[in-house]
């Protein structure tokens, strides 16, 4: 826009050099004349400015013609929002809690009556909405036509008019929107000056993209309408069928920008995401499309700066002290690309957890498995028939399996109990459902390396994945793959929860269905970890979350250092594991055997065929598993030891003793009693009373020996 000059020139007073003799007269009186004279030719060269701005501008915006379509676009928004009054939503959410009260019978009526009486005002609210609509509509229209007929052709121009200028005057761009003109993106230097600081937001679309520009990368924008620009060409060129873009914001380790397409769906952005890496300068992954599901035409566009990290100001793990949480609460793992915390719940929810190797498989279920063993009302169950499973929250977890022999005894025992809990929940009075409590625990099984399992203990876990459920007997499968060739059946979509990844594009097709590339689920683009760099390891796409919807996004699961599992394992084996209560244990001696699992004998009754497996008593799967027995009465025996642990610890002035200082110390004070006593004896002696050895941290020049604590000790006198 011209800037008009200013209405009064100040003349020149001095004599100037081509003058032979001063000016003569009076002075003012000519400024007066000069400046009248003056002012009016400003006055009319302002309003042709004027003039010719808005006329370049109207042109700019092409008449503003994609104002007025975007205005009744609006209009039409906000009417389809009142005509809703967020009913949708809270008979949705009405829904869900009736859902979550299956089993209890008042609760589930009364959350059946909140979703008839929110469905009967949803449907009074939609009529009234119409009514005015229909009277306010009925009353334009008479007056148009009314004003039409009379005026003739003049009011019908100045009714379409009004009625174009409406639909500018509701699509104008917001004023917090127009950015001030940036220099031309040949020129801008590509540093990284001013990170983060742009927290501005544009729309624009297709029509509004300048002429005659080329696909520039990403480093060259500053601002966002630069963003906008550069995110429109790009897409053009790799031929998307793109219309708009919006809600560009700066954030610390990059952009994200909503993208709509004029036809098709998002999965044409998502087919070229590796050609946008390029166009844009991204290193790989840099360009992380999530498709909306709310509004099918749109997809949240994220852009990562090369050497960025999305995670980076993720919060840390909270700390979680010894049966602070029940297993039906929620709880944290990790966080969203977008910065939203990932909570899980796990009671009655079986769950598959895919990750090739150097994906963080181990991370994951380390996370999974610190949560519930920080539960007053869960037992943890760890087996691994390849590696070390749980690792550092050995302490913490009730039976660690890891022999063939092993695993098949455990799945045979629980799933022998979850029958019996089917039977049981009647008598006890739970409804349709087993409600975990102190009394009557949970079961979490954590299975990792399922593919080197046993076919015996694959057919075990698919009939436990089945009846599990409802008794609170629930499995946490671990793969490095999620097709058929890993998992022995086409299990993976039946399974309720599923978290994945870095992969192969088979595997998240298995999980998460045929067309699930194209809607999102991404995991396969995902880079498992080397020795040198932990590039994608524990990062996830997650379905089947309780009380979040399955939307394609990125996770990344907390890495928690072992000392600190470690410490926390350790604080909850001094609280004390959870048993398994006796109402379950007692109802099991009435249960059939799966047929697959009998000895198998001729028609003489012979025995042709032993049993695979055998049906164990509790305390006969913790002997086999190398666990401790059940806590029980205290002998009189290991009550006098105690005694005289703790006041040997006294004595010296600690609070903690290896378990071999502990005999020697003994041995030492009373030769007697204690002249025989090894290591062994000494933890066989002390098990049921206090459990077994702990970690001690740094001791006698050890790094993490084994002990008694003298506090753990005393608590048991």
Known sequence: MTTAPHPIRQRNLSIVKDQPEPVEGTVVEHQGEIAKQNGAASWLQA???????????????????????????????????????????????AKAEREAAKGDSSAEASAHETVKDLRADYWRHKWIHLGKTAAWSAVGVAGAATGAIVGGTLVETAIGVVAYATGVYHGRPDPAEVEPAAP????????????????????????????????????????????????LRALIAENVPVAEVS?????????????????????????????????????????????????????????????????????????????????????????????????????????LWVAASGGGKTGILQALGEGITACYDNITIDLDPHGDGLEDLHDAVRITARTHEQIEAVLLFFLVMSKARARLRKKLGMGRKWKASKEHPAVTLIFDEFPKATELAKRLTFDLLLVGRKELIEVELASQGGTKLYLGENIA???AMKGIGPCKVGDTRAVFGDGSVGEGWLPHRLAPATDTDPKDAGHIYIQGVPGMPDEPIEYKVHEVPSETLR??????????????????????????LPEY?????????????????????????????????????????????????????DKAGVDRMRTETLVAALAEHDPGAYGDLTAESLKELLAPAVGKPVTLGQLDGLNNPRGFKREALARHL
């Open 47 to 93: 309003q042709v400015a004027r003039a010719t701005a808005a006329k370049d501008h109207a042109k700019g915006n092409k008449l503003y013609v994609g104002w007025s379509a975007r205005g009744y676009r609006n209009l039409g928004r906000r009417w389809l929002e009142a005509w809703r009054d967020g009913y949708p939503q809270m008979i949705a959410t």
């Open 493 to 495: 979509q039946m399974i």
């Open 247 to 351: 809600d560009v914001i700066r954030l610390s380790w990059g952009w994200q920008c909503v993208v709509r397409v004029s036809e098709g769906t998002p999965e044409a952005i998502i087919k070229v995401a590796g050609d946008l890496e390029t166009r844009f300068d991204l290193a790989a992954n840099g360009v992380r499309p999530t498709p909306l599901k709310e509004r099918r035409a749109c997809a949240v566009l994220r852009l990562v700066d090369r050497g960025a990290d999305p995670f980076a100001s993720a919060p840390g793990l909270p700390y979680r002290p010894p049966k602070s949480q029940s297993i039906t609460d929620k709880f944290r793992i990790g966080s969203s690309v977008g910065g939203d915390p990932l909570e899980v719940a796990l009671a009655g929810v079986m769950g």
């Open 597 to 649: 699992v009998e000895p198998v004998y001729d028609i003489e009754g012979n025995l042709k065929k032993e049993a695979p497996v055998e049906l164990l008593t509790w305390e006969q799967l913790l002997k086999l598993c190398d666990a401790e027995p059940m806590a029980g009465a205290q002998p009189e025996a290991a009550i006098a030891v105690i005694a005289d642990a703790v006041d040997l610890m």
């Open 184 to 231: 031309p993106l040949s020129v801008i230097e590509q540093t990284d000056s001013g990170f983060g600081q742009d927290a501005g937001q544009v729309f624009m679309t297709v029509d509004q993209l300048p002429q005659g520009g080329a696909p520039f990368p990403i480093a060259q924008a500053r601002t966002s309408q630069q963003l906008a620009e550069c995110v």
């Open 567 to 592: 410490k926390l394992a350790t604080e909850r084996l001094e609280a004390g594991l959870v048993e398994p209560d006796q109402d379950s244990l007692d109802a099991m001696a009435g249960i059939d």
